[in-house]
């Protein structure tokens, strides 16, 4: 466990409550990513209802609602999420166990041909052995207790059978087949099937987030060669935010993607540069608040690992206070975040 | 600049943005807003809106001044407050959304005589930039079919107010001889509006008064990590809320007029006020602070940094002084 509390107090009113149906853009760059904000967004839904020892940083008053999230990610593995969350002292797979929790992998097959999936549906018919149905039936009851296999439940048990002990909290993998939108809309169907299979467990006062790490990646790694643009990927995101309650967005910032293409600069720019920065500037216009992290302008420091502007978005109301802080990133993962001239 | 010209300004000028904003005499049929991230459209909309409901309630004759307002989002995904009727056009081809606003007005055999309609695009950037949207997209004609529906029946005066994101790039062009949708749209338009931030204006106000290089905020900075650099440090102390507005109206005549106006935050007024609430920028006293009075107009010598500041008679007594002294 870390000596700071997982919350810093000075971020806890940005990190748990969302209001509804609203846009948080985080930015990150590559000097700065954005890993340790997600956790603690991840950290501020999900430790209230269940690990009571961890929740020193939330106030306990509104603990009416569940919150759960679901998180797809595209640059970062599960592996990578379940060993971060778990310093913070959040059981990622535990809480995939109790439905409280979904991860969308859309980086380790997202343009691989969907084997394990396509194996398993077509197995069944071809296989007739009886050897093989009733193996996959057997793990099934002894893994109960443990680890809770219906969060894999979509997933026909051959599969299941066949995956690692660590593969167990994802929910489902993305494929990326076809061009275009009809690609995009299956990924969304795929997104939102895990959204609903989650919903299926809720109470009305339940409150399901939405965080979606880097979808820049899916535009950069396609792009209007592939018939998706700016537009398309925008779109794409505001069909999800219908499903849920709020929505997080991850995106990089850095400096060659967002003014590369700007008005003012020059006329080169590249599809990617043009692409990305209309994506994630059109985004900005939607969100309530955009958090900004980058590094310290006056360059490295031993104890600041760098800036976070916490903003007005577009569709910002007036409740949202803007701030600038400082935070540092400790070796055991630890986050303070204090303001400027303060330690 | 001459009073007597400001206070005809003055006049002129404000009972033309209350006439724009408050749709008077179809005054302007398109309406372009120009926002960037630095400063947001979303207030203003919610003040055309607020105005559009404030007029219904407040007029007597109920039936000739009530706007019925149409949000067509492109961004927004939820009704905002005021709005009547709400197209999602996310998704959606234009022509669907032409259908489906006109649509979503009450036919006007049941509404009486003319009512006026307004139709607000929250951001048009998405369509013009669409690849759904096939080549044969024209946005002219699809804003015409949007202000003038093709039924004869309707017939409301509509004025549209399109919003577009200034600082979202476009696509390059398809057609390297057609003109570029924002210069179509600045064509086409009958005002335009741009929108800054009040705080950014003094900014760079003060920064012309010094002959300095004028500050630039957010994108334009072009710092890495650097989407918004809109932290309103001058919030809490209430001083340089609000919005500018840089209007270009385009009469009839075909004579333009140029205005910097400035738009209090919501908060400062109530929902219901009819009273003007938009103000030139030249009369804001931050923006143009009160000169100093003349204090006194005889006092005509000039006066040296050195300054003692002895009355007459103290240096009369000095004067006269110095002698019995020595």
Not at chain 1, 1 to 6: D, F, I, V
Not at chain 2, 86 to 104: N, Y
Not at chain 2, 172 to 201: C, E, G
């Amino acid at each position: 466990m870390p000596s700071q509390p997982p919350l810093p107090p000075l971020l806890t009113p940005y990190l748990s409550s969302q209001p509804e149906s609203s846009l948080t853009l985080v930015s990150s760059i590559l000097g700065a990513t954005s890993n340790w904000l997600v956790l603690r967004f991840l950290h501020a839904s999900l430790s209230a209802s269940s690990n009571s020892n961890a929740s020193f940083g939330l106030e306990e008053s509104h603990n009416g609602s569940k919150k759960k999230v679901v998180l797809v990610s595209f640059l970062r593995s599960w592996e990578f999420w379940r060993a971060e969350a778990k310093r913070l002292g959040l059981d990622l797979a535990r809480l995939a166990g109790q439905k409280q929790f979904a991860f969308v992998d859309g980086l380790s097959e997202l343009f691989c041909a969907p084997q394990a999936e396509t194996a398993a549906t077509i197995a069944p018919p071809n296989a007739g052995s009886p050897a093989r149905t009733t193996l996959p039936l057997r793990p099934q009851p002894g893994a109960v207790p443990g680890r809770g296999p219906s969060s894999v439940a979509p997933v026909p048990n051959n599969s299941y059978a066949a995956r690692s002990q660590s593969e167990l909290g994802i929910a489902k993998k993305l494929h990326f087949s076809g061009r275009g939108i009809g690609a995009l809309d299956a990924l969304e169907r795929d997104i939102a099937l895990v959204i609903q299979q989650q919903r299926s467990t809720m109470d009305d006062s339940d409150e399901l987030l939405l965080i979606i790490d880097q979808p820049d990646f899916l535009l950069a790694a396609t792009g209007p060669v592939m018939g998706i643009g700016a537009t398309e990927m925008a779109e794409w995101l505001s069909a999800l935010q219908q499903n849920v309650h709020a929505t997080i967005v991850t995106l990089a910032a850095d400096s060659p993607l967002i003014h590369n293409a700007s008005t003012s600069g020059n006329q080169m720019a590249a599809p990617v540069e043009s692409e990305h920065a209309a994506f994630a500037i059109s985004l900005a216009h939607r969100a309530r608040s955009v958090m900004q992290l980058r590094t310290l302008e006056t360059g490295a420091a031993r104890d600041v690992s760098g800036v976070l502007r916490i903003s007005r978005g577009g569709g910002a109301d007036d409740s949202l206070d803007e701030r600038e802080l400082l935070y540092y990133i400790q070796r055991d993962g630890g986050v303070t975040v204090f303001g400027r001239g303060e330690s | 600049m001459a009073p007597v010209n400001l206070s005809h300004r003055r006049t002129h000028n404000l009972l033309l943005i209350s006439k724009l904003l408050s749709l008077r005499d179809t005054a302007s049929p398109l309406t372009l807003l120009q926002d960037s991230l630095e400063q947001p459209a979303t207030p203003l909309i919610r003040e055309y809106i607020r105005r559009a409901k404030a007029s219904s309630c407040n007029s007597v004759d109920q039936l000739l001044s009530k706007v019925h307002v149409t949000l067509i989002g492109l961004e927004t995904l939820k009704q905002p407050d005021g709005v009547d009727a709400f197209v999602s056009a996310c998704r959606k081809s234009p022509t669907d959304i032409v259908k489906e606003v006109a649509a979503v007005y009450p036919s006007s055999a049941s509404a009486g005589p003319s009512k006026r309609r307004l139709i607000i695009i929250d951001a048009i950037n998405p369509l013009i930039s669409s690849k759904r949207v096939d080549a044969g997209f024209h946005l002219p004609s699809f804003l015409g079919s949007l202000i003038a529906p093709t039924s004869p029946t309707a017939k409301a005066d509509s004025s549209l107010v399109v919003n577009y994101h200034q600082d979202v790039p476009g696509l390059p062009q398809q057609n390297p001889y057609s003109p570029s949708p924002l210069s179509m749209l600045t064509y086409l338009a009958t005002s335009v509006i741009t929108l800054h931030s009040f705080s950014h204006i003094l900014a760079r106000k003060a920064a012309r008064d010094r002959s300095l290089v004028a500050p630039v905020f957010g994108l334009e900075e072009e710092q890495e990590g650097v989407l918004l650099g809109r932290l309103d440090k001058l919030r809490g102390t209430n001083a340089a809320e609000g919005i500018v507005l840089e209007l270009e109206h385009r009469r009839k005549s075909g004579r333009g007029v140029l205005e910097w106006y400035i738009l209090p935050p919501a908060s400062r007024f109530s929902p219901q006020q009819v009273k003007e609430v938009v103000t030139l920028l030249d009369d804001n006293v931050l923006y143009n602070p009160p000169m100093e009075p003349d204090t006194n107009a005889d006092d005509e010598e000039p006066k040296s940094t050195f300054e003692l500041g002895l009355t007459e008679r103290q240096r009369r007594e000095r004067e006269g002084g110095r002698p019995a002294l020595l």
